[in-house]
């Protein structure tokens, strides 16, 4: 049960947040204008929510396969959930999916992505500080 526990513990996190992440995305949208700051802020909302997303999968990932081998697979992981969830949002009322927000999602999990390989992935960058 131990190494069950072990095993399965770093993915509770990525797994949360995709409930997370489908949970707003299942919320029906009362179609009014919203701000333009609303606008924005939902956008920084998607960027950030598969930045991290990609970072908790790497996390989970790295204990099973490894950092360099975790990276592509995380990566792969966020993006495959970013096009379901606007898939999902097609289904909800009120609410679109929109390749923009795909994008943006995906300009998150690649900032990331960079992240990792520069900081955790390169041992020079360590040395650097």
Do not use: C
């Not at 991290?52 to 204990?63: D, E, H, Q, Y």
């Not at 927000?101 to 900081?119: C, E, K, M, T």
């Amino acid at each position: 049960m131990r190494n069950f526990l072990r095993t399965a513990l770093p993915f509770a996190a990525p797994l949360a947040l995709m409930a997370l992440i489908f949970a707003f995305s299942a919320m029906p949208s009362d179609n009014e204008h919203h701000s333009t700051l609303m606008f924005v802020l939902r956008k920084v909302a998607h960027f950030s929510e598969y930045f991290a997303l990609t970072g908790l999968w790497w996390w989970a990932l790295r204990t099973q396969i490894g950092g360099r081998r975790a990276l592509l697979p995380a990566v792969a992981i966020a993006v495959g959930y970013a096009i379901a969830d606007e898939i999902h949002q097609t289904f909800v009322s009120g609410r679109t999916g929109t390749p923009r927000d795909v994008l943006i999602d995906s300009a998150g999990i690649l900032a990331a992505a960079w992240l990792i390989r520069r900081r955790a992935l390169d041992p020079a960058a360590v040395s650097r500080g």
